[in-house]
T-cell receptor, first 113, second 112 residues
């Protein structure tokens, strides 16, 4: 039931792009993306609801493929501040209850100068 | 505005001791969640409150774990007779109904 994230880790140079994937074996209602820096709280990035929408702001965007139960997070022109561990949290089912998120194991993103 | 706060930030307990972890959610947030995060892992759901009602406690690992939110704001997670496997970061999150969850900084519990 835990979503699978890939890759487990990625190293970038500043300005490069990255894609982080999240897939589930269960039908999903929503996917939540968070970034967590070492020793800090996870910080909310965005929610995607079923319907295959794509969201984004500035250089971080995400998509949700309802049929494949997959979501992808796109980071373009990465900045040093993007470094951290990215988690997807999935909400299964057909209706929105907004609780009981199941998180993946995370993707460690390191951006070097 | 103020975010979610948790106290203490760090707690060291001897095996067998009881501990209480506090969460102050964002004012007005209806929903409150507790998660357990082991080193190198994602947060794992423990329990969920809507106002003062505990609607889901399916993630609590054993009957040694107990959570309450008596007035629908501050919540306490209590762990009785702590064991070494309870060592983890305990995260609290709050949200308005049907919206994103905002996390607190967590309490790092170490059981010796």
């Amino acid at each position: 039931q835990q979503p699978v994230q890939s890759p487990q880790a990625v190293i970038l140079r500043e300005g490069e792009d990255a894609v982080i994937n999240c897939s589930s074996s269960k039908a999903l209602y929503s996917v939540h993306w968070y970034r967590q820096k070492h020793g800090e709280a996870p910080v909310f990035l965005m929610i995607l609801l079923k319907g295959g929408e794509q969201k984004g702001h500035e250089k971080i965007s995400a998509s949700f493929n309802e049929k494949k139960q997959q979501s992808s997070l796109y980071l373009t022109a990465s900045q040093l501040s993007y470094s951290g561990t990215y988690f997807c949290g999935t909400e299964i089912g057909s209706g929105g209850s907004n609780y009981k998120l199941t998180f993946g194991k995370g993707t460690l993103l390191t951006v070097n100068p | 505005g103020a975010g979610v706060s948790q106290s203490p930030r760090y707690k060291v307990a001897k095996r067998g001791q009881d501990v209480a972890l506090r969460c102050d959610p964002i004012s007005g947030h209806v929903s409150l969640f507790w998660y357990q995060q082991a080193l190198g892992q994602g947060p794992e759901f423990l329990t969920y409150f809507q106002n003062e009602a505990q609607l889901d406690k399916s993630g609590l690992p054993s009957d040694r774990f107990f959570a309450e939110r008596p007035e629908g704001s501050v919540s306490t997670l209590k762990i009785q007779r702590t064991q070494q496997e309870d060592s983890a970061v305990y995260l609290c999150a709050s949200s308005l109904f049907h919206s994103e969850q905002f996390f607190g900084p967590g309490t790092r519990l170490t059981v010796l």
